[in-house]
């Protein structure tokens, strides 16, 4: 039976869905780079990453487990650790900045305060991941696996202390932002009137899109945590826990790296679960990003502009699209004196066509950018200038896999099958 497994029969189905979700995440990066939105921008960031990263990893090792690129295994294993921590993070950015837009007493947002929640945003959506690299080094039993068909994966032992350093993270963050999320629909309800003043005087926040922030945010609150939960259910079960005996013994033969082939790995059906359910959840978390903002109206006139970009450099004229909506004439009746109409066409309704543009005020905005301290800055951007955040909360199944835990290393190479690969992001 085990040779029904030994190839991925669905390829290649992930690396196309995953190519998709990474070029669907990044699009609306602009537009909400230019919004302050640090929070969203961090999600669609670690999102896009994650899926190139997977389809990478799925097109070079399938059908082989060889070991071409150790430095790119070096750097896909770290990048598969730290968006397992990262995804969640940015979810909590967007909590966060959700509640204190949901709470705060001022309409007003100073400039100092909109850099500082930048600068919050980053701290958490960049120095959490970076930290549970580190934290993930002290229980990686050896450098890293390469698994058929999957490609390069974190070996990360499955002692006691690997659940306080690696496996618990999404289950905390997933908390903490459960949390901001039951105080911001509680501030919401309490503070309509003044929430709504919040949200006129903000030229880069519409209710909207705020509550697909609110929306994006649940999602990922209700996938983070029960999908953590699994992921150590899955460790624990697959293998009973190592006795940690220090240092010396967990990190015994580091530089090691096993290679794994897919009928191995595939005769545990929890194996193929932890890495399916790993890589998936990423594609997933890029989809649902892409449909709470993606088809939004800010999306769509982006997608105009430049699509009137590229055509004007084509030499064509936008107008000319059959798509383009045309506007319907305004029909202005003529109470004209015979000798008014003179030179002047009309139908046979004595009425003229009459096509009117209306002016579209250019406002201007603010910037990632702006929160930088320069002289010139400050001289075009009033302090006084209110932005906040459009990024919705569950952008996708935020729901990240860990790496997995495996026994205790030894000089002879172990059973690949018998390590945990479960995860849960």
């Known amino acids: 039976m085990g040779f029904q497994y030994a190839t ?3 390829y290649p189905l992930f690396p196309i869905f995953s190519i998709i979700g ?3 995440v990044l699009t609306p990066l602009p537009w909400h780079f230019q919004a302050w939105n640090a929070g969203t921008c961090l999600y669609m960031i670690w999102a896009g990453v994650s899926c190139l990263n997977f389809c990478v990893n799925s097109i070079v090792w399938h059908g082989n487990a060889l070991n071409p690129a150790p430095i790119w295994c070096d750097i896909s294993t770290r990048i598969i650790v730290a968006s397992a921590v990262a995804i969640p993070a940015a979810s ?3 909590n966060r900045r959700l509640y204190k837009i949901a709470s705060s007493p001022s309409v007003v947002v100073s400039r100092a305060q909109k850099r500082r929640a930048v600068i919050e945003d980053l701290s958490i959506g960049l120095g959490i991941p970076f930290v549970s690299i580190f934290f993930e080094l ?8 390469i698994y058929e068909d999957i490609g390069c994966f974190p070996v990360v032992i499955n002692v006691w202390l690997s659940y306080p350093l690696v496996a618990c993270w999404p289950i905390v963050i997933g908390l903490i932002s459960a949390v901001y999320c ?3 629909l509680r501030s919401f309800y309490k503070r309509q009137e003044q929430f709504n003043q919040m949200l006129a005087s903000n030229s880069a926040l519409t209710k909207h899109r705020y509550f697909r922030l609110m929306a994006l945010a649940t999602t990922e609150l209700v996938c983070t945590t029960p999908f953590a939960a699994y992921s150590i259910f899955l460790n624990v079960t697959t293998n009973p826990m190592t006795p940690y005996r220090g240092w010396d013994d967990l990190h015994f033969d580091y530089w090691r790296v096993d290679q794994v082939p897919a009928l191995l790995w595939r005769l545990n059906p929890k194996n193929v679960i932890a890495f399916e359910l790993t890589r998936w959840m990423v594609v997933a978390c890029a989809f649902v990003f892409f449909m709470f903002f993606g088809f939004a109206d800010e999306a769509r006139r982006n997608y105009k502009n430049a699509l009137n970009r590229i055509m004007k450099r ?6 000319s699209l059959c798509f383009r909506r ?3 004439p305004a029909l202005l009746p003529l109470n004209l004196s015979p000798s008014e109409k003179k030179g002047i066409a009309v139908d046979s309704r004595g009425i003229l066509p009459v096509f009117i543009a209306r002016p579209r005020p250019s406002v201007p905005r603010d910037s990632f950018l702006s929160t930088l301290p320069s002289e010139s800055n400050e001289k075009l951007v009033r302090s006084d200038s209110v932005s906040a955040p459009s990024t919705r909360m569950s952008s996708s199944s935020t729901t990240l896999t860990l790496p997995p835990l495996s026994k205790t290393d030894t000089k002879d190479v172990e059973s690949p099958y018998s390590e945990s690969y479960g995860h849960a992001y």
């Open 8 to 10: 991925d029969p669905t």
């Open 22 to 24: 990474f070029v669907l």
């Open 92 to 94: 909590l950015c967007i």
């Open 138 to 145: 002290i229980v990686n039993g050896h450098r890293f696996n």
């Open 182 to 184: 039951i105080l911001t």
């Open 314 to 319: 084509m030499g064509m004229k936008p107008e």
């Open 326 to 328: 045309m506007r319907k």
